[in-house]
């Protein structure tokens, strides 16, 4: 696999019981023959496809991916006069066969940008319900590269944008897990995440909690609109230090920082929520009402021995 083909790989941070699903968009897509339902949304058409010819799960998918849509037709304007073909495979075997092993164990879906196909693995119920959400995401990837110039963008905000526009809400425990990292000073650093395929499941979690979260907050603080405009400048300048100058008026580093302080402020009180913290908050608590309980008890008697010498005068 070349470097070109590597830097376009991109992982999705949602993570589902005991196995991450990993998303990916890379260049070359293997040839194979195609028909199926058709979704049209403005000038762009969704082809459908199941390996088990489900037609019922496409016609769900359908229905629940179009009011999903509606933030990526704000953001990015009239979808493009494109024709994308989606596949549902229930089959393991055979997505890995589209895969060509480059795809961990764990991924769940592929998005080839050249042929905009976009590849679903479906192996579980949950799949199933958040297969609409995947497929935005991927969605995003897609006319991310298109819309931009086919330049490249960092990963954070590439991964970061795609969840955001999939309708991602960071859960307690995955807030829990950014505690964590705050107090144990684990925390990615943005520009690192630019080297997610290297990470191990328990950082590239981390990566893509991050990744949404500097996003949301990016949004919260500037607006869609100049994210857009920051997209650009970063395609334009390929300098993302520039990019946010030009932008925002002050660089990456410093919105780096600002968003860190603002984890702190959110998050770092929810290391409570760690089990192991909870087992020795509890220990500690109990010992407390122990000692409290003791001492109270010890009071009283000594009361109960004051009384009695009284009565004996």
């Known amino acids: 696999m070349t470097a070109e083909i590597k830097r376009c790989l991109s992982i999705n941070a949602f993570f589902m019981k005991n196995f991450i699903p990993i998303f990916l968009f890379i260049i070359i897509f293997p040839v ?15 082809y459908f496809q199941s390996d088990t010819g489900n037609k019922k799960f496409i016609a769900y ?3 629940d991916l179009i009011s999903r849509l509606k933030l ?18 229930e089959d393991k075997g055979r997505f890995n066969n589209f895969s060509k ?11 080839y940008i050249k042929s ?18 995947t497929l935005v995401h991927e969605l995003s990837h897609l006319l991310l590269y298109h819309h931009f110039n086919r330049k490249y963008t960092p990963v954070w905000i590439n991964e970061g944008l795609a969840e955001y526009m999939a309708g991602k809400d960071i859960s307690v425990s ?59 400048n970063i395609s334009n300048t390929n300098n993302i230090n520039h990019a946010f100058l030009k932008t925002v008026g002050y660089d990456f580093i410093d919105f780096e920082l600002d968003w860190y302080n603002e984890l702190e402020d ?7 929520l760690n089990l192991d913290n909870l087992i020795w908050i509890s220990i500690t608590i109990l010992a407390i009402t122990v000692f409290i309980s003791i001492k ?12 009695s010498d009284e009565y004996e005068y």
Not at 32 to 46: A, C, H
């Open 116 to 133: 905009n196909t976009i590849i679903l693995k479906i192996n579980s119920a949950e799949d199933v319900i958040e297969s609409s959400k």
């Open 32 to 46: 194979f023959s195609f028909s199926g339902d058709s979704l049209k949304i403005n000038q762009m058409t969704l």
């Open 101 to 111: 092993n480059d795809l961990p164990e764990w991924s769940s879906a592929i998005a």
């Open 296 to 307: 109270i008890r010890n009071k009283k008697k000594i009361d109960n021995w004051n009384v």
């Open 266 to 272: 959110k998050y770092i009180w929810l290391i409570i």
């Open 174 to 232: 995955e807030k829990t897990i950014i505690a964590n990292a705050l107090w144990a000073n684990t925390l990615i650093s943005l520009t690192r995440i630019d080297s997610l395929l290297t990470f191990n499941g328990i950082e590239a979690r981390l990566a893509y909690l991050e990744s949404f979260s500097a996003v949301s907050y990016f949004i919260h603080k500037h607006g869609m609109d100049s994210l857009y405009l920051l997209l650009g």
């Open 72 to 89: 990526l037709n704000d953001f990015y304007g009239i979808f493009p006069s494109k024709t994308y073909k989606i596949y549902l495979l």
């Open 61 to 63: 998918i359908k229905k």
